[in-house]
């Protein structure tokens, strides 16, 4: 009973410190008493955490003024610079920051409407990192470099969407020119499902793993290949999207131009059409909620839209065999709704004989691992230049 009783209360101590951690991460410094307020928990055990990560140079604390009263303000310890990460879809973004210890210091996501105009959109996202890197109490010559991670097929030669009609408005432009002359720094572009799989592979489900196909299930399908440790790109920066393989030869014309990609009965607006008539109108985010809140007709579609996927993950392993397949994007967030089924498919059609099963892990960050990607390249090509090792 004893054992049982600490195993609880060290549970609750692990959720109370994530939760605090969190919210640091999400809206910035704050000070113990705001900590408070938007987390739920008492003064005394947000003071306690803060001590404990205090010691363990998690966190870092100053004096501050709030109402004309003594307070001490909480923030992420940051160390040498802030590497930037920048997730573009076709309907949101997500911008984390990230310190060379690999510490995520803040992350923020924002919707974005259909067809949005690059001019309208870097302009937000470049007011946002300011936001961020101020509510950390940073200075923006603390960036070091950005990482871009963009939801469509890259020219990886001139960093500009390569396919038209998937980003709409995109296409042709030098994606890091406006960060570069914004703020001074290095930028890199990558597409998100291979900026997904760095994140995997530095700190998330394949650390370790030399040879791992990333598959990303979002808004459309992608996937990152990485191989003795390396990300296959291909002459172009094209390799690995597995969206715009034929599934259906007399299917619907894909936005790549193409008939029956993978991507036009897998993507949004495919899954959530076929829930209008019982469901009326949805986005990726509500089937997503209504499947894990148990709802029949959501978890028939997502587990159908994973035997799609796994059944083409499968021909992807099948080429280059990797030692494990890594699932992220928003539709993994379902859980086993999304895994099981996906397991099931891709461990049907690999060979059946094959002297090691095909081991699936969902990822470690599913959701921001794109932007995460983005941050992780900044800071290794950052310690790469001025020689810091983390």
Request: hydrophobic share 45%; charged share 20%; proline share 3%.
């Amino acid at each position: 009973m004893t054992a049982r009783f600490f195993g609880s209360q060290s549970s609750l101590r692990e959720a109370n410190r994530a939760t605090l951690l969190k919210t640091v991460r999400n809206y910035g410094a704050m000070t113990q008493v705001e900590l408070a307020e938007n987390t739920g928990l008492s003064t005394a055990t947000v003071s306690n955490l803060v001590r404990q990560l205090v010691d363990e140079d998690v966190v870092e604390t100053k004096a501050t003024i709030r109402n004309g009263r003594r307070a001490t303000l909480v923030a992420l310890t940051r160390r040498q610079g802030i590497g930037v990460g920048v997730h573009i879809e076709r309907r949101h973004m997500r911008v984390v920051l990230m310190d060379f210890a690999k510490v995520v210091l803040s992350e923020r996501g924002m919707p974005l409407a259909l067809n949005h105009r690059p001019d309208s959109t870097i302009e937000r996202i470049m007011v946002l990192i300011k936001e961020m890197v101020s509510a950390i109490g940073a200075a923006i010559d603390e960036i070091v470099g950005i990482g871009l991670a963009v939801g469509a097929p890259l020219d990886y030669r001139t960093h500009a969407v390569a396919i038209p009609g998937i980003l709409h408005g995109w296409e042709g432009m030098d994606l890091t020119a406006p960060f570069r002359t914004a703020f001074n720094v290095p930028v890199n572009v990558d597409n998100d499902a291979n900026a997904s799989a760095f994140t995997e592979m530095r700190i998330g489900a394949a650390n370790g793993v030399d040879n791992f196909v990333y598959i990303h299930a979002d808004d459309g399908v992608g996937s990152g290949i990485v191989i003795n440790g390396r990300l296959l790109r291909g002459i172009t920066g094209l390799a690995g999207e597995i969206g715009h393989i034929q599934v259906d030869p007399l299917g619907s014309i894909c936005s790549c131009g193409n008939r029956g990609c993978l991507n036009t009965v897998v993507d949004e607006d495919r899954l959530v059409s076929l829930l209008s008539v019982t469901h009326g109108n949805m986005t990726l985010e509500d089937l997503v909620k209504m499947t894990n809140d148990a709802d029949p007709g959501c978890r028939r579609v997502v587990s159908d839209a994973a035997l799609r996927i796994g059944s083409v993950a499968a021909d992807l392993c099948i080429c280059v065999d990797p030692e494990i397949v890594v699932l992220g994007g928003t539709l993994s967030t379902t859980g086993d709704v999304f895994l099981d089924p996906f397991r099931e498919s891709l461990q049907r059609l690999l060979f059946p004989d094959a002297l090691t099963p095909m081991q699936v892990r969902s990822a470690a960050h599913p959701v921001f691992n794109a932007a995460i990607g983005g941050a992780l390249m900044s800071i290794e090509k950052a310690d790469n230049t001025i020689g810091i090792r983390s």
